[in-house]
């Protein structure tokens, strides 16, 4: 009897991030199986705006409700994932983020001007005491936008690798500073609420209302084959973990997405079962960031400029996506892989100029 068992070698060359080079029949797995830069991306995944046609990753989690909390401060926040709000109504951002520091500060340090970057990094020591699994310790990252006349930026990191960035005009580089570690404190505080918690009644509530939205019946929810149940899937899976750590998984998987990664997984005949397992204890790495970086250097050398009018669009949703406050990394992995691009395309036309 013929044996199904596939080595693990081979299973893990056809979950590789990258698309490959090359298109032809002949050649290494990830060359013949190549889907080529001009076919449009259909991955495994529900997307994030719907779950039509089964594309995308799954849609975006429940919006903070800050009037919940705060009474009437939020109202002005929209739908979205964590820290979604309206890029409209910039005051009601300022004052729901300035409502949850004074709290943070009266219930931490007494009645007080607090000082926000202390308080975060405080913040996320004091989780790692209390036994937080921070794989890469508790420390808080701060990233300022090389600029040498303001408005000021400045990008925060979190240690489970969220992202957020100041969302005010910054007429200095200490006051980007504070504003990132505002809005990142605002986030991380409101991550600590039972309401942000995948519960059972949580997963059963976003999986009604997906069949809801999109016309599906309680068959397909059951069925890991479809994209809502992939959706159920990724949700039981991750149950009892925050939003926010939700969030950095699904981040992995909107690469893939954005990458062509998940398509040219399924080319290779990847079940997304295989493809959701994988993922979902892969963390994004600098071997991952290689892989899909040297996929855009393919695109670059297939049709000029790709790369150009690809970090064109990527800056511009980064920009809206943080002066909204919003958790940032997608974008700014996006942005980080392209530069991670144009560095490998530059070494490489360097390697093949002509000596003197």
């Known amino acids: 009897m013929e044996s199904n068992v596939m080595p693990d070698s081979f299973r893990h060359q056809r979950l590789q991030p990258g698309i490959g080079f090359?298109?032809?029949?002949?050649?290494?797995?990830?060359?013949?199986?190549?889907p080529g830069v001009t076919v449009p991306i259909a991955p495994l995944l529900p997307s994030p705006a719907s779950l039509v046609a089964l594309s995308g990753p799954p849609p975006p989690l429940p919006p903070l409700q800050l009037h919940s909390l705060y009474g009437g401060i939020g109202a002005g926040l929209g739908p979205g994932a964590t820290g979604h709000c309206n890029p409209g109504n910039p005051a009601v951002l300022k004052e729901a983020v300035e409502a949850v520091v004074r709290s943070f500060a009266k219930h931490t340090q007494g009645y007080g001007r607090v000082n926000v970057v202390e308080a975060l990094q405080e913040f996320w020591q004091m989780k790692l005491t209390r036994g937080a699994d921070l794989r890469n310790g508790a420390l808080v990252v701060y990233e300022m936008v090389p600029s040498s006349?303001?408005?000021?930026?400045?990008?925060?990191?979190?240690?489970?690798?969220?992202?957020?960035?100041?969302?005010?005009?910054?007429?200095?580089k200490a006051e980007a500073r504070r504003s990132a570690a505002k809005i990142a404190?605002?986030?991380s505080v409101f991550n600590e609420h039972p309401s942000r918690r995948i519960t059972d009644d949580f997963i059963e509530k976003s999986v009604s209302e997906a069949l809801a939205s999109f016309n599906g019946n309680r068959e397909e929810a059951d069925n890991p084959n479809t994209g809502i149940g992939a959706f159920r899937f990724m949700l039981e899976s991750n149950k009892g973990k925050s939003m926010l750590e939700f969030q950095e998984l699904m981040t992995v998987f909107q690469l893939l997405h954005w990458n062509g990664s998940l398509k040219a997984m399924r080319e290779r005949q990847c079940s997304r079962q295989e493809v959701l397992a994988h993922?979902?204890?892969?963390?994004?790495?600098?071997?991952?960031?290689?892989?899909?970086a040297a996929d855009w250097v393919n695109r670059e050398q297939?049709?000029?400029?790709?790369?150009?009018?690809?970090?064109?669009?990527?800056?511009?949703?980064?920009?809206?996506?943080?002066?909204a406050g919003r958790e940032l990394r997608f974008y700014k992995e996006k942005k980080d892989i392209l530069m991670l691009a144009v560095g490998q395309l530059n070494a490489a036309n360097t390697a093949t100029l002509p000596s003197h």
């Open 22 to 34: 090359g298109s032809g029949p002949t050649g290494t797995l990830r060359s013949s199986l190549r």
């Open 149 to 172: 006349s303001p408005p000021y930026v400045c990008y925060v990191s979190l240690p489970g690798g969220s992202c957020f960035g100041s969302f005010q005009f910054c007429p200095t």
């Open 185 to 187: 404190l605002m986030n």
């Open 279 to 292: 993922y979902s204890h892969r963390a994004l790495d600098d071997d991952m960031r290689t892989q899909m």
């Open 302 to 323: 297939s049709v000029a400029s790709t790369i150009a009018l690809e970090v064109a669009s990527t800056e511009r949703e980064l920009e809206d996506a943080r002066l």
